[in-house]
C-alpha cells in the first residue's frame, strides 16, 4: 500500500520550469504543501499560480534564491522552519551550448560545476541537519543518465551530475541511522528548456519519443509515496523509444 503524503512540507528547488515545475503541480495536486525555489521571479510565480490551482487544499509559497550561493541560500532560507520539511527535491540543472572538452574553459567549466553539482551540495548542507535532528526526511536529487554512461551532453555536464549522484549516495551512507533517505533519478532525454541549449536543433521527431517533465515528475512521487522502511537508491527512466 502507497503512503498517503497528503499535508507534507516538501521543498523544490529549480521549481521555475521542466522537471522542478511538473513536480511541484504533481506534488499540489497530491496535497502537498510546498514551497517553491527558484531564481527566476516571474517564472517561479508562474508555477506558484498553477500549483496553487492544481492544490486547492494545498499551501504554496516560493523563495528567490540561487542556490549555488551557499551565503543568498542560507539568507533566503532564515524565514523558513526548515525542521519542517519532509522532503527536499533538488531539481537544479544545466547545460552550456559550448559543450565539448575542447570548447571547454577554466571558466565554463567552475560554471558548470556551481550550478549543477555545487547547488546540490548547498541544498543538501542545509537540509540535512534539521532532517537529522528530527529523524526524518527524504532527499531527492535529479542527476542525469549521463552521470552512469558516456554521450554527447558534455564533458562538465556528465562530471556534475555524476557528483552529484556520489554526493547523494555518500549522504545516504552517512545518514541512514539517522533516519534520512536520498534517492538519485536519473532520466534520459527529456523534453526540456535544456533541450533548447543543444549545440545543434532538436527535431520534433526526436523531441516527441523523449521523456515528459510529468515522468520525471511521477518518479518523485512515486518515491515519495514508499513507506520509510524502503529506499531507492537511484531510479533510471528512459525513453522507451531510442
Known sequence: MVRDITGQTVLIAGASSGMGRATALAAAAAGVNLILLGRNTDRLDETLTSARSAGRQARVSSVVADA???????????????????????????????????????????????????????????????????????IINISSVAARKPDRSGAAYQA??????????AIMEEEWANGLRTTAILPGMTDT??????????????????????????????????????????????????
Open 68 to 138: 549555488s550561493d551557499a551565503d543568498v541560500l542560507a539568507d533566503a532560507l532564515k524565514g523558513i522552519d526548515l525542521t519542517a520539511v519532509d522532503v527536499l527535491i533538488n531539481s537544479v540543472g544545466t547545460n552550456l551550448m559550448e559543450r565539448t572538452f575542447d570548447q571547454l574553459t577554466p571558466d565554463s567549466w567552475a560554471a558548470m560545476i556551481q550550478a549543477n553539482l555545487t547547488a546540490a551540495f548547498n541544498l543538501c548542507r542545509c537540509f540535512v541537519p534539521p532532517m537529522r535532528l528530527r529523524g526524518d526526511g527524504l
Open 193 to 242: 528548456p535544456l533541450l533548447d541549449r543543444r549545440p545543434s536543433p532538436v527535431s520534433t521527431e526526436v523531441r516527441s519519443a523523449a521523456l515528459q517533465p510529468e515522468d520525471v515528475a511521477e518518479a518523485c512521487l512515486f518515491v515519495m509515496r514508499l513507506p520509510r522502511r524502503a529506499h531507492v537508491s537511484e531510479l533510471v527512466i528512459q525513453p522507451s523509444r531510442r
Open 160 to 169: 556534475s551530475k555524476a557528483g552529484v549522484l556520489a554526493l547523494n549516495h
